[in-house]
């Protein structure tokens, strides 16, 4: 997967992915990262500027639509020189990373995994001419309703979690560990050594070594947790798993799982663990 970032700050970039699990990619050739300085496109051979003040006035200056076009162009040109006849009908989504854009989640990172190139544009100053962006977005996307003053921040967060989830960047410990938002649910507490630390106790069933009841444990503090701290997760977690009606004499036996979709137990249960 090869990710393009079109910006004034390139180093950024570069020093902000290169490190750990996504550098470690980056060296294996997982993943590869091209920061292209818009201001090398600048028509404007003496200052290179890219900025100009808005039409009908205002605070602030704009990106220039030329620079980002010729930009856009030459990243595509390298796309489409290395993709060769194959799949020439496949433009690279190009992500305009804006406040005003979609609230980025790990459905759009799964989402955005699947392409061979994605392109990023990082705005800066007061915004981007709206013509380029009608020219060569198909994305707009948001981190969060705040506002930065560029768009490398943001692009660096989507291209963590979106990296993360090409096969093979992460190793079999990083991936088989059940994450938060897989299926809408955050992840339960865990516990290192030593068993006590400043008199807490690590909870007595994960010392048990009964995989099936800490499997159902973890479940349990899960859906709690979710309960607690993201009622909106919650919501969606019990639409997509109704709770199933329990036959009463299997009641005992099954509990442990069911038992949180009621609000009290659920209350009561993580007041019980923490
Ligand atoms: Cl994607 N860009 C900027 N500039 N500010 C933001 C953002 C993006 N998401 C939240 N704030």
New binding site residues.
Partial sequence: MNFHIMTLFPEMIEQGLGTSIIGRARDKGLISFNAVNIRDYSGDEKHHKVDDYTYGGGAGMLMQAQPIYDCYRAIMAGIENRSGETNENKKARLIY???Q?RT?DQQMAMDFAKESDLIFL???YEGVDERVLEEIATDY???????????E???MVMIDAIARLVPGVLNNDESAMTESFHNNLLEYPQYSRPEEWMGKKVPAILLSGDHKKVDEWRLEQSIARTKERRPDLYEKYILENPPKPEKKKRRKKKAAMAECDNLQACDSDSKENT
Avoid: N
Avoid at 141 to 151: A, E, H, N, R
């Fill in positions: 990373v804006t406040p854009g980025f990082c705005g800066h996307v948001s981190i969060g309703d705040y506002v930065l003053t560029g768009g921040l943001p692009a």
